[in-house]
């Protein structure tokens, strides 16, 4: 590992191995990909008392009442779709009634939401396209409806099977704990004895009407009461995989909506850069040259008609600060496109911005990582990128004094580990629709532009450790 530190103090880097995991920012564009909540296990005793069991089985006598009506919608649509396939334009109803099984999936969620306490997320909308055969193929072809027609297949078997299992084992529970009370009201029974009974029978001249017996099947009710929370935990459970699996997105949906977000992102943030870039020059580098160049003429002037020559002397010397001055304002805006020390690899190019900071910082550089077309060039910059924000970012806001850089290759991506000593509390934020994509939240939908990840860990007190994962792609 490649080693500098600016620091005299202690180098924070071995407290960074002591710190916590990180855990994911809570992003809130991906707020929508998550599942929340769920049916926790009941605890034995308490189950049968708590509302959450009772959700379940109004969940179970929900889904019951809808299975008939949701079965029946999807032989509907299958049996149409292929009876009209004969022709062009019923295949559009057929494609309607497919797309219209998403309302179907959104009841169930909704369902999911309100009595398991389960947030299921919706699947990215259709997109809308033109043309009659794409319209048409694009109807019948959404795949978030096949899934969800599937469901309402499946659910119809599961929807009873759970109903009853559950109506049975609660019935039985109250019967048996009350059936001292209402066994006495039962017709007479003759055992083969010919002793005469008024009980229930629970086998072979087995009545139950002596205390023992009494107290022995009131027993097994409380055991079945007790048991009947966990019938439901057992068929809501397998009815929340089901949802999971079949009315929420698939991966591969997740997947280009993250992509989609991304190319947006990334095609927001070259706007705005080019656009600064642009506001720059003109309000800066520009407005320079044009003063030199009035000056340089003014002292022309002067010079023709045989002017004062200290007097030109300072239109000159004017003009030469004022060139100087915009020299340098190009530079550090070559240097926000693309540093050139970058040229030179990573680790140059972070132990130059180590020794510019503002405050200590301590950079460990794997060689394999920070050599010169060691990983591609966009990998490069948005790792020195990460870097430079972060450490700006410890120096403005965390109020640290001092920072630990790690880059390092794990497992064929590059890892890029910043931790600083501030006073924590460092949390994400979302671009501001004016294309304003600096801090965290800026940072962030960088790196998932080239498919990488960003988590952070900042609890109150510090330290914050900000983990970025990059692939690792060899450069050219």
């Known amino acids: 590992m490649t080693s500098v530190t600016t620091a005299t103090t202690g180098d924070p880097g071995p407290a ?4 916590p995991g990180p855990r994911t920012m809570p992003d809130e564009s991906q707020q929508d990909t998550t599942w929340r909540g769920g049916p926790r296990r009941p605890g034995f005793v308490t189950a049968p008392f708590d509302r959450r069991t009772w959700l379940r089985y109004g969940y179970l006598w929900v889904a019951l009442l809808m299975a008939p009506f949701a079965l029946a919608y999807a032989i509907l649509t299958v049996v149409l779709t292929a009876g009209l396939a004969v022709t062009l334009v019923g295949l559009f109803v057929g494609g309607i009634l497919v797309v219209g099984a998403r309302g179907w999936a959104s009841a169930y969620r909704g369902m999911a939401a309100a009595m398991l306490i389960t947030e299921i997320p919706a699947p990215p909308d259709r997109r809308r396209v033109r043309g009659f055969f794409r319209r048409m193929g694009s109807l019948l072809g959404d795949a978030h ?19 009853v299992a559950s109506t049975t084992v609660l019935a039985s529970a109250v019967g048996l704990i009350t059936q001292w009370y209402w066994g006495r009201f039962l017709p007479e029974q003759e055992a083969a004895d010919g002793t005469v009974h008024r009980a229930i029978q629970m086998g072979p001249d087995w009545y139950v009407d002596t205390p023992p017996r009494h107290l022995l099947v009131t027993a097994l009710g409380v055991l079945l009461f007790f048991l009947w929370p966990w019938v439901n935990w057992l068929f809501t459970q397998v009815a929340l995989l089901l949802s999971r699996s079949l009315l929420g997105p698939t991966r591969a949906s997740l997947r280009v909506a993250e992509l989609e977000r991304s190319r947006a992102g990334t095609v927001q943030d070259a706007d705005a850069r080019l656009r600064r870039i642009e506001r720059d020059l003109h309000d800066g580098t520009q407005a320079r040259l ?67 900071a503002p405050l200590p910082v301590t950079v460990d550089v794997d060689p394999g990582v920070g050599a010169r077309g060691a990983i591609r060039p966009e990998v490069e910059s948005i790792a020195y990128f990460c870097v430079a924000e972060l450490v700006t970012n410890a120096a403005k806001h965390a109020g640290a004094s001092g920072v630990y850089v790690l880059v390092e290759r794990r497992d064929g991506d590059i890892r890029l580990r910043v931790r600083d000593d501030g006073r924590g509390g460092a949390a994400i934020s979302r671009p501001t629709p004016a294309g304003d994509r ?5 940072l962030a939908e960088r790196v998932r532009s080239l498919d990488g990840s960003l988590t952070i860990d900042s609890p109150a007190g510090g330290p914050t450790v900000v983990t970025v994962l990059l692939p690792g792609s060899v450069g050219s």
């Open 290 to 356: 044009v003063a030199v160049a009035m000056q340089l003429g003014e002292a022309k002037d002067q010079l023709d008609s045989g002017g004062d020559p200290d007097e030109i002397r300072d239109l000159i010397g004017t003009a030469h600060a004022s060139t100087t001055d915009a020299l340098g304002e190009l530079r550090e805006l070559a240097r926000g496109i693309h540093p050139p020390v970058l040229d030179d690899g990573l680790a140059v190019a972070l132990e130059t911005l180590a020794a510019r």
């Open 145 to 163: 409806g096949w899934r969800a027609l599937l469901f309402m297949v499946v659910m119809f078997p599961l929807s009873i099977a759970g109903f």
């Open 16 to 19: 960074a191995g002591g710190s």
């Open 438 to 442: 600096s801090g965290l939240g800026g």
